[in-house]
């Protein structure tokens, strides 16, 4: 991965984690990638100016094809067939471990970011939007953390300096896709449309 | 499709056009199914409390496709090894035409809704959130339009009732995927937690 594939205009980066999550029988497993996680991500992380989109992958197979992907649609065919596209990928990092992401932010920014996790389920603890938004002005850098699978371990959870109020809808369910719950907390926390 | 795949407990439903949709080029045309779209959008209206979400697909292999998909999800497997997919997925219905999504509302609500559509374009006369929030007091049926493929097409657009604002990002990079723009689109209506 090229260094220049990251811009660093502003304090808040995000990561979507495919270990340690979840499955559905609530072991802790390292997830399977989604190509469409990381278009549509991407797209979302572009369009509200978000400094880096990271994808933590441990298993050096789906680390390849992630990259083989990214590579497509920056340097290869993809990048001139769609050039908006390019422009929203190319803000992807591809890291083994969340340890490589701080790590990443510290040697880029010069300082290790504060982590925020975002969960389905209600945390004690837990910020709400606004005091998110609040917080983002501090000067430090920042991380918001995203889970596949069946959501990020509870030890992960309880080890980040914050964790985000969950999106509530009409009732208990709460089921959003990931893509989906990662572009409504983007847009509640960064829109200036609001 | 059964009849008892819809709820109706509120006014506001959506519906998903494949046709007629933008290609790269500007040319109208029926584009194919993402089997991501249906997951995704489902799991959101489902999150949001939407009436109906309507998938229109008026080519009679795509159209096969999608209601495969759906029966998997919920009278099949998927449904018994994902509960939470199956409430989602029994939320679409799938109709060759616009006009049979409006026909099919008639039929059930007593009344035609008012259409809105959304679009990544700024409009002349496009409505705001909010105002979008007041019309939907009004007691009418309402039905919000996703275009898929490059967005829905310059006459579709003005034949609606309403247009609503694009979402503005930080600049001017407006390429959302349609999942993340419809979630984005239903948290700032629908949701009560801001």
Redesign the interface.
């Known amino acids: 991965m090229k260094e220049t594939n990251c811009v660093y205009p502003e304090n808040l980066s995000i990561a979507l984690l495919h270990y340690p999550v979840l499955n559905?029988r609530g072991d802790i497993v390292s997830s399977a990638l989604t190509n469409?996680d990381l278009?549509?991500i991407a797209?979302?992380a572009?369009?509200?100016?978000v400094n880096c989109f990271y994808v933590v992958i441990p298993i050096r197979e789906q680390k390849v094809l992630a990259e083989k992907i990214i590579e497509h649609w920056t340097s290869g065919y993809g990048g001139t067939y769609?050039e908006?596209?390019r422009?929203?990928i190319k803000l992807i990092r591809i890291e083994e471990t969340i340890e490589d992401v701080l790590a990443h932010i510290h040697r880029t920014r010069g300082c290790y970011p504060k982590t925020v996790v975002t969960t389905a389920r209600t945390e004690k603890g837990k910020i709400g939007?606004d005091k998110f938004q609040r917080l983002l002005q501090d000067g430090s850098s920042w991380v918001l953390l995203f889970g596949t699978g069946w959501g990020l371990s509870r030890e992960f959870i309880d080890s980040a300096d914050y964790r985000l109020?969950p999106?509530?809808?009409?009732?208990d369910?709460?089921?959003?896709?990931v893509?989906?719950?990662?572009?409504?907390i983007l847009?509640?926390v960064?829109?200036?449309?609001?």
Request: aromatic share 8%.
């Open positions: 559905k469409l278009h549509d797209r979302t572009r369009t509200y100016g769609n908006s596209r422009e929203a939007y109020e999106i509530i809808g009409n009732d369910y709460n089921h959003l896709s893509r989906c719950a990662s572009a409504i847009d509640r960064l829109s200036k449309q609001r």
